[in-house]
């Protein structure tokens, strides 16, 4: 990938951790936390920069990761056309709908109708190789604020995988995990996040003033957010503020106390968390600059609190901690129209419809177009190969209409993104299942908003370029304070994860772990 080699990154002691603690971080941004180090506390971000090794630029190297790929990449050292895990959401041509990645009909819900297991992650994960390594004495659990972020940082031998509904804000888990605390069962019923939720805000942590490169109209108004219970989104909004982190914080600190994590005899433990540090689009303006800077802030002193309460129960000499941004940062709102900035709206569902209508002018009455996911139209391989047509030369004539499309800036065939010999395609070669793949890759031009109307509720996405470096720390374990300029893949921290941890790794790992 072209990515530098890295010298002396750890070094490991001959004492084995008593926990590990697993963090993912969607869309956590190196700038922003370089920008804010001024205003951050000593305990949270601080001590992950100056006690432990700093990753300033974490590539994910595939095209388009969201948060439930790049943490399938950072658990299983692989890539997406290899863990199984290609995006949040895939097609199933059975059910010609979109479902759920991690769906599975066979595991019920608890709390909850939704069905996940990690069936479908094909690879071990770094939680996986944690019991295995423990001949399962060792304990592995996940709380996170999406159900199948959840569902891989607990990986296939976990013990349980808890998350937020974001329909009814209650804890929820799978029936397919077997171990279900009784103080998270409670907690649904004591202290709920429903039964609060009307009386929660969210205000600036700090005057106006110390916020960092803020232009002047920002600095007049403290923003307020509130969360009513009468709001259809309410628990989605919750969800995307640094609010639900606090939460995810007090639920991990009640199994470090219940569980006696990392207290338990020669058993090496393991707690795996998510946070958020996305932009919030629940703002009027479409400028969330300052809501971004004080989630920061926030998420700096949740981490703080965290890490006390692990020194407090283990002790930090005990355990190792890696933290991994997701690799990606989604902040486009569509521009109001007064800038005149060059736009447009794609309809998916009128595309689609006008592809099928040119395909019928060419070959004859019929339905070719069967659906549309996540930036890939799938054809009707059946109704293509009964007119005794080329399901690729039908494929590519698609492509040719597509690209004249207005909003379309490219498209490609699945012949097209698996020809090895063009480079160009290996971020998205690297992002697809063949097996289970689209036939034609559609690439909606940037300043346009993508429409999927082709589903309900419709899914609404202004298409923006976004290049920023995501950091990534590993702390304890004998690894020496540093900070790490050059480029690292991100498939290459489970493998140091685990040698950090003198573990075996995961089974389908593809990048050396940093040198120790």
């Not at 804890?171 to 998270?184: A, H, I, L, N």
């Not at 419709?458 to 720390?473: G, H």
């Amino acid at each position: 990938m072209g990515l530098v080699t890295i010298t002396t990154i750890v070094q490991v002691d001959a004492a084995r951790p008593k926990l590990v603690v697993g963090i993912v971080v969607d869309q956590l941004r190196t700038d922003c936390l370089e920008s804010l180090k001024s205003v951050l506390g000593e305990k949270g971000f601080k001590r992950l920069m100056e006690q432990g090794a700093y990753m300033r630029d974490v590539d994910f190297v595939v095209a388009e990761p969201d948060a439930v790929s790049a943490t399938a990449m950072i658990y299983t050292g692989n890539y997406p056309s290899k863990n199984g895990v290609v995006a949040a959401e895939k097609y199933n041509p059975a059910q010609l709908k979109v479902e759920p990645i991690l769906h599975d009909p066979n595991s019920l819900g608890n709390f909850t109708n939704e069905t996940y297991s990690p069936r479908n992650i094909v690879l071990s994960t770094i939680s996986d190789e944690v019991v295995i390594d423990g001949v399962g004495l060792g304990a592995v659990y996940s709380v996170a604020l999406d159900p199948q972020q959840a569902v891989i940082m607990a990986g296939h031998a976990g013990n349980s995988a808890f998350w937020i509904s974001e329909y009814t804000g209650k804890w929820c888990t799978s029936t397919y995990y077997k171990d279900v605390p009784q103080f998270m069962s409670q907690r649904n019923y004591s202290q709920s996040i429903g039964s609060r939720i009307d009386t929660m805000q969210w205000k600036p942590s700090m005057s106006l003033d110390r916020y960092v490169a803020l232009p002047a109209q920002k600095r007049y108004y403290p923003f307020r957010h509130t969360f009513p219970i009468s709001d259809r989104n309410v628990y989605r909004m919750y969800l995307d503020s640094p609010l639900a982190n606090e939460e995810i914080t007090t639920v991990a600190i009640d199994y470090l106390r219940n569980l006696s994590l990392g207290r338990r005899g020669d058993a090496m433990d393991m707690l795996n968390i998510s946070y958020t540090a996305a932009p919030y689009k629940y703002v009027k303006d479409g400028d969330c600059r300052l809501e971004l800077q004080d989630t920061y802030l926030k998420l700096d002193s949740q981490l703080g609190r965290l890490f006390d309460e692990i020194d407090k129960q283990v002790g930090l000499d005990n355990t190792v901690i890696f933290l991994s941004s997701t690799g990606y940062y989604d902040d486009a709102v569509e521009d109001d129209a007064k800038y005149q900035i060059p736009s447009g709206r794609f309809s998916v569902k009128r595309a689609t419809s006008l592809l099928n209508s040119y395909l019928v002018a060419l070959h004859g009455n019929g339905n070719y177009v069967l659906n549309y996911s996540h930036g890939q139209i799938y054809l009707d391989h059946k109704q293509i190969e009964s007119k005794g047509l080329s399901v690729a030369e039908v494929a590519e004539e698609a492509k040719i209409f597509l690209c004249k499309m207005s909003g379309v800036s490219d498209a490609y065939t699945l012949k097209d993104v698996l020809a090895h010999n063009n480079l160009a395609f290996e971020p998205l070669r690297l992002s697809i299942d063949p097996k289970s793949a689209g036939d034609i890759y559609l690439k909606v031009a940037y300043g346009w908003t993508l429409v999927d109307d082709s589903r309900y509720p419709e899914v609404v996405k202004p298409i923006r370029a976004s290049m920023v470096l995501t950091p990534a720390f590993i702390m304890g374990g004998g690894v020496d304070a540093q900070v790490i300029d050059t480029p690292v893949d991100a498939t290459s921290i489970a493998p140091t994860v685990t040698q950090v941890l003198r573990i075996r790794s995961p089974n389908g790992i593809v990048s050396k772990p940093l040198p120790l």
